[in-house]
């Protein structure tokens, strides 16, 4: 096994101004990293954000009039690990199924202390592991007191992770649940909850509102194309409702007693499915940086239905895919490419 025990932010890596060393598929599926090495790194890198130490200018998104595709890029700064970097992230095939549609997406980071490129990666497990970390924390700090119950909705990358990073941030949940319609999905959700925690199982909801009604957490990381939609009148009193992908009706986001962001200029540029009958999504009480670091307030009462939206911030993938490449390049991984000569 690796050793993951955090390395320092700053920890040099090694190249030149001449190649770039490229960090496959293969190479980051080999590097074990625990969960919560990767809550620690995501939680930091909001931390540094908010302390002003670092840049999260926000996304360009560029989508044919026809839906087809969808293409991102991202441009960040680290200020405690001293890196830049550009992230892309291109989809294409949004009007097909899941099997026909073709996903891409890289991360390039420099040195901005020595002024060499580190790596550049591909950057799907990064995402992978970031998002469903983000939901954790947002269950940490959002979730009412003395919660036990969990639904995640959804079995796709982001759902297959997240039972795993809800039980590292909030160990004492009692009840896994789960809503999903794929069975290759939800076994590969169960797979990943007993790797990490092999005496946990979930439990497989077919009636989505009951479940929505026992539920203190719900996570919702759906395809486009679900027909879930847990509605806030199904919510229990004190329920946190976290949307990365689909499965809440917007009735649960206009609804709630508090919305919290990661980003409300990203919630306002991604969330538009939310909208009401106006186009119009209402403005969040708070975004999730300042809850984190403790200068905003989360919940203000036990019985408050929050809502809150968890859309990335290039930072929390500049942060991990650092932490990658100091784990891949201490152990030899990846390839060389003379691009610059």
């Known amino acids: ?25 293969t190479d980051l599926a080999g590097i074990d990293i625990s969960l919560a090495d990767v809550v620690a790194t995501v939680e930091g890198a909001y931390r540094t954000l908010q302390a002003g130490q670092s840049d999260n200018p926000r996304k360009l998104t560029v989508k044919p009039q026809d839906g087809h595709s969808v293409s991102y890029a991202m441009l960040g700064r680290d200020g405690s690990r001293e890196v830049v970097a550009i992230k892309t992230s291109y989809k294409h095939g949004l009007d097909k199924g899941r099997e026909e549609q073709h996903y891409y997406t890289a991360l390039t980071i420099y040195d901005d202390v020595t002024g060499l490129p580190v790596a550049m990666m591909d950057c ?6 970031r998002t469903p970390a983000v939901s954790a924390l947002l269950a940490r700090e959002l979730a009412a007191p003395g919660a036990r119950s969990a639904l995640v909705i959804g079995t796709g990358t982001q759902g297959r992770l997240a039972l795993p990073f809800l039980l590292t941030t909030l160990p ?13 999905g939800i076994a590969a959700v169960r797979e990943q909850l007993r790797t990490y925690f092999p005496d946990r199982d979930v439990e497989i909801v077919t009636d989505l509102q009951a ?14 194309h679900t027909q879930a939609a847990v509605e806030a009148s199904w919510l229990k009193p004190g329920a946190l409702s976290i949307l990365v992908g689909h499965g809440l009706a917007p009735s649960t986001l206009h609804e709630a007693d508090r919305v919290i962001a990661t980003s409300e200029a990203q919630m306002n540029v991604t969330g538009t499915d939310m909208a009401d009958a106006e186009g119009k999504l209402p403005a969040v009480d708070s975004e999730f940086p300042p809850v984190l670091a403790g200068e905003s307030t989360g919940r203000t009462g036990a019985a408050e239905r929050i809502f809150a939206y968890n859309s990335g911030l290039v930072v929390t993938d500049i942060a991990l895919g650092h932490r990658f490449a100091q784990l891949a390049l201490a152990q030899g991984l990846g390839t060389e490419v003379a691009l610059w000569q």
């Open 211 to 224: 479940a929505a009604a026992d539920a203190d957490v719900i996570v919702a990381t759906a395809g486009g």
């Open 1 to 25: 096994m690796t050793d993951t025990s955090a390395a320092p932010a700053s920890a040099a890596i090694s190249g030149d101004d001449k190649h770039l060393r490229i960090l496959s598929t």
């Open 172 to 184: 004492d949940l009692d009840r896994l649940m789960l809503s999903g319609s794929h069975p290759e």
């Open 124 to 129: 799907s497990r990064i995402g992978s592991l």
